[in-house]
């Protein structure tokens, strides 16, 4: 089974950065497109950032483009979410995941980590 462990989440003030990771077992990560997605209390899960299985290709959610960088180290199994001019509407529960296929459909899910910006 694929497991995924985010961490690097915190509290930071409006205008600071965070970078987030996201570990991946197995010695197929390097086949895999991977994501990072959120959740904001009260609010549905939404895309935020998106990776092919070579680094080549990136994907971002308007709201984050141009503030957030996504990327990957396939010698390390490691995504990373770097996090620019943070916003407290950025607060929510980042998660990672991953696409094995890669068909657009995430087949496993990280656990979590939070991110709080205040104002």
């Known amino acids: 089974q694929v497991q995924l462990v985010e961490s690097g989440g915190g509290l930071v003030q409006a205008g600071g950065s965070l970078r987030l990771s996201c570990a991946v077992s197995g010695r197929t990560f390097n086949t895999y497109a991977m994501g990072w997605f959120r959740q904001a209390p009260g609010k549905e899960r939404e895309f935020v950032a998106r990776i092919t299985s070579t680094g080549g290709y990136t994907y971002y959610a308007d709201s984050v483009k141009g503030r957030f960088t996504i990327s990957r180290d396939n010698a390390k199994n490691t995504v990373y979410l770097q996090m620019n001019s943070l916003k407290p509407e950025d607060t929510a529960v980042y998660y990672c995941?991953?696409?094995?296929?890669?068909?657009?459909?995430?087949?496993?899910w990280g656990q979590g980590t939070q991110v709080t910006v205040s104002s």
């Open positions: 995941a991953a696409d094995r296929k890669p068909s657009g459909a995430y087949n496993y």
